[in-house]
C-alpha cells in the first residue's frame, strides 16, 4: 500500500504560469515533506521542504504548502520556466528517518 | 558541495552473472542509501547503512546484497543477476541524525539480458 501518492504521472503547463504539482500520503506519523526534481540521466536533487508543524513553506518561485487535515501537500512554481521540465518526486520522512517515495510527476513547460 | 559518484552510469550485463554497483561519497556522510527506480513506482529503498561494516534491509532486498567496509564507499552485489533487475540504480547519501535531505550519485542504469 502505497503511503505517499503522487495521483498525476504527468502536467503540461504554459510557461510563465503556475504549475502546481500535488501530493497525498496516509500516514500522520510523517514528519518532514521534501520534493525533489529530476532530470533524465542524472540523481534527484533536493529542491524545498516543510516540517509537518508547517503549513507553508516558500524559496523563491518554490512554494510548498502542507495541509495536515487532509494529509495533503503541493507544490507551486511561478512562474514556470522551460527549465522546469523534469520529473518532482513528493517524499516523507517516517519515525525510522527513512524517506517514502511517491511516484513521481513528468512537469512538462511548453513555450 | 557534496558529492556522491557511482562506478558506470550505464551497464548490461547477461542472466545469472554477479554484478558490482559503487558508490562514493566525499562528504563524510554516516547514512548511505541504494534505490532503484522503475517508471510508475518512484524510487524503492532496496538496502540501507548507518555506519561502517552495517547495513539495514530496505523495502525490496530480495536478490541484493551490500557491503560497506569504509565509510565514504557502499556496494551494491547482484549475486545473479535477472531481466527483473533491469532498472536504475540510485545511491544516496545523508549525515546522520542531522539534515533529512539525501544527495544523490547520477544514478547507474542496468540492462540485465
Known amino acids: 500500500d502505497q503511503q505517499v501518492k503522487q495521483n498525476s504521472p504527468s502536467l503540461s503547463v504554459q510557461e510563465g504560469r503556475i504549475s502546481i504539482l500535488n501530493c497525498d500520503y496516509t500516514n500522520s506519523m510523517f514528519d518532514y515533506f521534501l520534493w525533489y526534481k529530476k532530470y533524465p540521466a542524472e540523481g534527484p536533487t533536493f529542491l524545498i521542504s516543510?516540517?509537518?508543524i508547517k503549513d507553508k513553506n516558500e524559496d523563491g518561485r518554490f512554494t510548498v504548502f502542507l495541509n495536515k487535515s487532509a494529509k495533503h501537500l503541493s507544490l507551486h512554481i511561478v512562474p514556470s520556466q522551460p527549465g522546469d521540465s523534469a520529473v518532482y518526486f513528493c517524499?516523507?520522512?517516517?519515525?525510522?528517518?527513512?524517506?517514502?517515495w511517491g511516484a513521481g510527476t513528468k512537469l512538462i513547460i511548453k513555450p | 558541495d557534496v558529492k556522491v559518484t557511482q562506478s558506470s552510469r550505464y551497464l548490461v550485463k547477461r542472466t545469472g552473472e554477479k554484478v558490482f554497483l559503487e558508490c562514493v561519497q566525499d562528504?563524510?556522510?554516516?547514512?548511505m542509501f541504494w534505490y532503484r527506480q522503475d517508471p510508475g513506482l518512484g524510487l524503492r529503498l532496496i538496502y540501507f547503512?548507518?555506519?561502517?561494516?552495517?547495513?539495514e534491509k530496505g523495502d525490496i532486498p530480495e536478490g541484493y546484497s551490500v557491503s560497506r567496509e569504509k565509510k565514504e564507499r557502499f556496494s551494491l552485489i547482484l549475486e545473479s543477476a535477472s531481466t527483473n533487475q533491469t532498472s536504475m540504480y540510485l545511491c544516496?547519501?545523508?549525515?546522520?541524525?542531522?539534515?533529512?535531505?539525501?544527495?544523490f550519485g547520477p544514478g547507474t542504469r542496468l540492462t540485465v539480458t
Open positions: 547503512s548507518y555506519d561502517v561494516k552495517m547495513k
Open positions: 544516496a547519501s545523508s549525515l546522520h541524525g542531522g539534515p533529512y535531505e539525501q544527495y
Open positions: 562528504m563524510d556522510h554516516e547514512n
Open positions: 517524499a516523507a520522512r517516517d519515525s525510522n528517518y527513512q524517506l517514502i
Open positions: 516543510i516540517s509537518s
